[in-house]
T-cell receptor, first 116, second 110 residues
Framework: GAVVSQHPSWVICKSGTSVKIECRSLDFQATTMFWYRQFPKQSLMLMATSNEGSKATYEQGVEKDKFLINHASLTLSTLTVTSAHPEDSSFYIC????????????FGPGTRLTVL | QKEVEQNSGPLSVPEGAIASLNCTYSDRGSQSFFWYRQYSGKSPELIMFIYSNGDKEDGRFTAQLNKASQYVSLLIRDSQPSDSATYLCAVNRNGQNFVFGPGTRLSVLP
C-alpha cells in the first residue's frame, strides 16, 4: 500500500500555543487528504477533508479558525491547532487518497498531542 | 440512526477459530466498503475493500457484502493472537466522504 508520514509523532505543548502537524504522502499523489481526531477508546472522528489547492471542508462542530488546514501540494497537508487547550489533547491522524474514484485511503502513523 | 454501526465488543474467540465481524450502514447510495485494523495507540491499516455484492477473499480474510441488506462483514479464519485489535468498518459514497463505524474490539485467546 501507499505510505503516508506524519510529523511530529508526538508533541507536548503549553496551553495557548499553536502546534503544526505535517502529513506527507511519500509515494503517491494525494489529491484528497483527510484529518481525523481520536480520543482514547473512541472511534475516528473526521475533522475535515481537503483537496489540493482548495479550501478544506470541515465537519460540523469543527472550528475552522481553530484547526487550520493547508493542502498546498499533492504530497503535503498541514494541520495547525491554534491556541491549543487541554481539551484538544488527542490522537490526530491524517490520511491520503489518490484520485477521485472509490480508492481506499491510506493513514499516517498519527500524532499524539498533549496540551498542558 | 448512526450511519455505520458495529458491535463494540469485545468479541472473544479462541486461537484457530473463525472470527466474524459485522457492520451495517444506512446510506443505500454507498458504493465502496473498507475494513481497517487498528492496534491500540496506532493508526488504522487497511485490510481489504469490497465494491460488489458477494465474497472477496484475501489470505485468511474474507469480506462479504450484501447491498440489499446494507450489510458488510469480515471473516478471519485461523484467528491468531496477533489479530487482536479493533476492526473498523468504513463506508464511502462518492469517493470523498468516508464514514467510519465505532469499531469492534477483537480478542483472540491463546
Amino acid at each position: 500500500g501507499a505510505v503516508v508520514s506524519q510529523h511530529p509523532s508526538w508533541v507536548i505543548c503549553k496551553s495557548g500555543t499553536s502546534v503544526k502537524i505535517e502529513c506527507r504522502s511519500l509515494d503517491f499523489q494525494a489529491t484528497t487528504m483527510f484529518w481525523y481526531r481520536q480520543f482514547p477508546k473512541q472511534s475516528l472522528m473526521l475533522m475535515a477533508t481537503s483537496n489540493e489547492g482548495s479550501k478544506a471542508t470541515y465537519e460540523q462542530g469543527v472550528e475552522k479558525d481553530k484547526f487550520l488546514i493547508n493542502h498546498a501540494s499533492l504530497t503535503l497537508s498541514t494541520l495547525t491547532v491554534t491556541s491549543a487547550h487541554p481539551e484538544d489533547s488527542s490522537f490526530y491522524i491524517c490520511s491520503g487518497k489518490q484520485g477521485i474514484s472509490h480508492n481506499e485511503q491510506f493513514f499516517g502513523p498519527g500524532t499524539r498531542l498533549t496540551v498542558l | 440512526q448512526k450511519e455505520v454501526e458495529q458491535n463494540s465488543g469485545p468479541l472473544s474467540v479462541p486461537e484457530g477459530a473463525i472470527a466474524s465481524l459485522n457492520c451495517t450502514y444506512s446510506d443505500r447510495g454507498s458504493q465502496s466498503f473498507f475494513w481497517y485494523r487498528q492496534y491500540s495507540g496506532k493508526s488504522p491499516e487497511l485490510i481489504m475493500f469490497i465494491y460488489s455484492n458477494g465474497d472477496k477473499e484475501d489470505g485468511r480474510f474474507t469480506a462479504q457484502l450484501n447491498k440489499a441488506s446494507q450489510y458488510v462483514s469480515l471473516l478471519i479464519r485461523d484467528s491468531q493472537p496477533s489479530d487482536s485489535a479493533t476492526y473498523l468498518c468504513a463506508v464511502n459514497r462518492n469517493g470523498q466522504n468516508f464514514v467510519f463505524g465505532p469499531g469492534t474490539r477483537l480478542s483472540v485467546l491463546p
